[in-house]
C-alpha cells in the first residue's frame, strides 16, 4: 500500500504519520464519537499542524477536541502536547499520574532528551517542548476511565518501558492503544508470515519483568487489534506478543553476555549484537530488504535500544 499521511482505520479511528524522522517511524491517532474527539499520541511539536490540517480537512471544530492522551511522556509520543493544547481550547490532558509534572514543567525532559541526542538533533527532530496549563491536565489513575460521546476509553498502568506509561483500552474497536508496551512493528518488515515486532527499551526506565507482566495484562484483556505508535494497527495480537515475550528475554541475556567482557566500549558491543540480533530475527521471518534498507528501517531503534539496555545493566550493577 502506497504511504498515506492520513488512514482511517474503521472505528472512528485515523491514522496520523508524525512524520517524524522519516515515514512509517511514528504515529498519532484521531478517534471520533459522536461530536466529540479525542487525539491520542501527539508526535512531537512538528506534528502540531499536521493534526490540526487533518482536523480543518475533516471539518473538525477544534473545540470539538475533548482529549489530548500520550501514552507516556517521551518526546515521539509527548512532544507536541503543549502545542496541540494552545491549538485545542476545550480539550484536557489526559496522563500518567507519573508523567504529568512533565508536561506542567517540561525542562526536564528537554534536558533528558538533549543529552541523548545531542542539542542540533534535538531541535531537529523535536522542535520544542511546550508547558501545559495544569489546570487542563486530568491525572488518569489504573483502571480509570472517561467517556467520549457514546464511548469509554479504559487506562491501564503499564510500567516496562517507562514507569510513567498507561496504555487506552478501547472497547468499541476492542483495541488497544499500546504506546510502546507491546513494541514496535514497522509496515516495512511485514511478510507473508505476518508484522515483524521487536521490544522497545529506550532509556532511562526498562525494566523486563514490569514489561512482560504489562504485555500479558494487555493480552488478558483479549484485544483484537492493537494500535501501535511504532506503527499501525497491528490485528490478532497473541502470537505477536508471544514473540515479544520471549524476544524481551533473548534481549536481557544479550544485554548480561556484552556486560560480561566489562565497562569499555559496552555501548558498541551492545549495538552489535542487538542488531545481528535483530537482523537474524527478520531474516528468519522472511524479511527480504537488502542489509542497508534494514539497518535504514531499525538502526535508530537499535541505537536508543541499546542504550536503554546499557543504563539497564548499569543499574543491575550499582
Not at 498515506?4 to 517511524?25: C, N, P, S, W
Request: with cysteine.
Amino acid at each position: 500500500m502506497p504511504f498515506q499521511k492520513y488512514h482511517a482505520l474503521a472505528f472512528g479511528i485515523t491514522r496520523i504519520d508524525t512524520a517524524m524522522v522519516h515515514e512509517e517511524l511514528a504515529a498519532c491517532y484521531l478517534m471520533e464519537a459522536g461530536d466529540e474527539c479525542a487525539i491520542i499520541e501527539t508526535g512531537t511539536h512538528n506534528t502540531v499542524p499536521i493534526i490540526l490540517a487533518l482536523l480543518d480537512e475533516k471539518g473538525i471544530s477544534r473545540d470539538a477536541v475533548k482529549y489530548v492522551i500520550p501514552t507516556h511522556v517521551h518526546l515521539d509520543h509527548a512532544g507536541g502536547v503543549g502545542g496541540l493544547m494552545q491549538a485545542l481550547p476545550q480539550a484536557s490532558l489526559l496522563i500518567h499520574p507519573r508523567g504529568a509534572r512533565h508536561m506542567i514543567d517540561p525542562s526536564k525532559l528537554k534536558a533528558g532528551a538533549t543529552a541523548v541526542y545531542g542539542e542540533d538533533t534535538f531541535a531537529r527532530i523535536y522542535g520544542d517542548v511546550i508547558p501545559v496549563d495544569e489546570r487542563r491536565v486530568r491525572i488518569m489513575h489504573d483502571g480509570d476511565s472517561v467517556r467520549l460521546a457514546d464511548r469509554e476509553l479504559v487506562f491501564y498502568d503499564t510500567p516496562g518501558h517507562a514507569r510513567h506509561h498507561f496504555c487506552v483500552f478501547d472497547p468499541l474497536s476492542k483495541g488497544i492503544f499500546t504506546g510502546d508496551t507491546f513494541g514496535l512493528s514497522y509496515p516495512s518488515l511485514v511478510t507473508e508470515k505476518g508484522p515483524f515486532i521487536l521490544p522497545t527499551t529506550t532509556p532511562v526506565q526498562f525494566d523486563p519483568e514490569a514489561l512482560k507482566r504489562s504485555i500479558r495484562r494487555l493480552l488478558a484483556l483479549n484485544p483484537e487489534r492493537m494500535f501501535l505508535t511504532h506503527y499501525g494497527m497491528l490485528e490478532n495480537p497473541e502470537k505477536p506478543g508471544e514473540r515479544l515475550l520471549a524476544m524481551v528475554d533473548d534481549y536481557v541475556a544479550l544485554a548480561e553476555k556484552a556486560a560480561q567482557e566489562g565497562p569499555a566500549d559496552l555501548l558498541l558491543r551492545l549495538e552489535s549484537a542487538l542488531q545481528a540480533y535483530l537482523f537474524a530475527k527478520a531474516r528468519d521471518h522472511g524479511v527480504t530488504l537488502s542489509e542497508e534498507a534494514l539497518q535504514e528501517a531499525l538502526g535508530f531503534d537499535i541505537n536508543l535500544n541499546s542504550q536503554g539496555l546499557m543504563v539497564w545493566i548499569e543499574q543491575q550493577h550499582t
